[in-house]
């Protein structure tokens, strides 16, 4: 792998959608065929051996990382999305976010009781959207199996938030501090 590469197509945005946050763009990254393949992969690769039966992706870009994983699972692919989104019954969780708090919500039937679900996102950020996503699949009675996310800003200690089982992996494609 060419050195810098595919980090270097990830762009800091200052004071995107409000002022003081570096916001990671990675339109960047997503539009290149190589780089996008590679992120899907890699986060796939870092799964294989853990057991599991869905993938759990967070709105908006989550969607765009955990179905490509998904795809490369050969798993089902459940989205979490901001409330008032999904059509069907929904649960919902109340979290806080790096810019403000919103809501996630679920479908009612996404889970089986024992399900293994693997939670994608492309930015751990606070924590918050992390921990809702978590909560979602714990409440519907299924297993969080692992937690994948392409950046991970280190600094703001996000990964502190997320209560999952000690053997449960935690993984991030680039961190940055920390
Ligand atoms: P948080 O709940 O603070 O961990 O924020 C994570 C969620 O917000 C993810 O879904 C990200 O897409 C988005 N997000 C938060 N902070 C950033 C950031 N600095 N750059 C890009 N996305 C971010």
Do not use: N
């Amino acid at each position: 792998m060419e050195s810098g590469w595919p980090e270097s197509l990830i762009r800091d945005v200052p004071d995107f959608p409000t002022p003081g946050i570096m916001f990671k763009d990675i339109t960047p990254l997503l539009d290149d065929a190589d780089a996008f393949r590679w992120a899907a992969d890699e986060l796939a690769d870092r799964f294989r051996d853990t057991p599991a039966d869905r993938v759990v992706g967070v709105e908006a870009r989550g969607f765009i990382l955990g179905a490509a994983v998904a795809y490369r699972l050969g798993l089902g692919f459940v989205p979490v999305r901001k409330s008032g989104k999904l059509p069907y019954r929904t649960r919902s969780v109340d979290y806080e976010l790096e810019y403000g708090t919103a809501s996630l919500e679920v479908h009612t039937d996404a889970f089986a009781p024992g399900q293994r679900a693997l939670v994608v996102d492309d930015v751990l950020a606070t924590g918050g959207t992390a921990a809702a996503a978590v909560e979602l699949v714990d409440s519907g009675g299924a297993e969080v199996a692992g937690v994948g996310f392409l950046i991970e800003l280190g600094f703001l200690g996000g990964r502190e938030k997320i209560v999952v089982d000690a053997d449960c992996p935690v993984i991030s494609l680039f961190c940055y501090g920390g």
